[in-house]
């Protein structure tokens, strides 16, 4: 099966700014979630939104899930250079088999 | 403290040298899982674990065995490692809730693996 896709690859923004990334994905879902990882570290999970939902906040975080196209997306509002990670979406059925896009890398500038 | 822990985080290894990359996790999590994270793929699933004694094979199983005798182990065996193994690995462990729900997963620090 394929991997789910992110877009955009790469994304530089100035502290301050909001970030937006899209995540596609391929296959029926009971949830997507979100991560963030730094620099090759272990992946600290940001937030789920569950297949019935269509928008989630949590923080600075803003979630939305558009099941009929099989997207979507994180707003990181407000960034601070803190933010700089690569963030990945993950696609998770119903018998435990997870889909993560290829990420998208953040850079936030002071 | 709640965590993943992986061993070895760093390994060198050599083309059909059996290995074993240790998982373990003290949060009583029924969900366990493997990846691999290669540049531009993203991560990809290898195995993953439901409960005990029951394992599942992900998107890239081949060339890797999992066993899953404890609720809190899951290693990741590589019979005949090969260079394509090489990787950095990432264990995942979750909480499962009746009726398929599947929660947070919490990753362990990586294992990066280098064959040659």
């Known amino acids: 099966s394929q991997q789910g896709e992110e877009d955009p690859q790469a994304l530089s923004i100035q502290e301050g700014e909001n970030a937006t990334m899209n995540c596609s994905y391929k296959?029926?879902?009971?949830?997507l979630q979100w991560y963030r990882q730094n620099s090759g570290r272990g992946l600290v999970h940001l937030i789920l939104?569950?297949?019935?939902?269509r928008e989630k906040h949590s923080g600075r975080l803003r979630v939305t899930l558009d099941t009929s196209k099989k997207s979507s997306s994180l707003l990181i509002t407000a960034s601070r250079a803190a933010d700089t990670a690569s963030y990945f979406c993950?696609?998770?059925?119903?018998?435990?088999?997870?889909?993560f896009g290829a990420g998208t890398q953040v850079v936030v500038t002071p | 403290e709640a965590q993943v822990t992986q061993n070895p985080r760093y390994l060198i290894t050599v083309t059909g040298k059996k290995l074993t990359v240790t998982c373990s996790q003290n949060?009583?999590?029924?969900?366990m899982s493997w990846y691999r994270q290669d540049p531009g793929l993203g991560l990809r699933q290898i195995y993953y674990?439901?409960?005990?004694?029951?394992?599942d094979k992900g998107d890239v199983p081949e060339g890797y065995k999992v066993s899953r005798k404890e609720k809190r182990n899951f290693p990741l065996i590589l019979e005949s490692p090969s260079p394509n193994q090489t990787s950095l690995y990432f264990c995942?462990?979750?909480?499962?809730?009746?009726?398929?729900?599947?929660?947070?997963?919490?990753f362990g620090p990586g294992t990066r693996l280098t064959v040659l």
């Open positions: 995942a462990s979750s909480l499962y809730l009746a009726g398929s729900i599947y929660n947070e997963q919490f």
């Open positions: 296959t029926s879902i009971n949830n």
């Open positions: 939104i569950r297949s019935n939902e």
């Open positions: 993950a696609g998770a059925d119903s018998w435990g088999k997870f889909q």
């Open positions: 949060m009583n999590h029924e969900y």
């Open positions: 674990s439901m409960n005990v004694e029951v394992t």
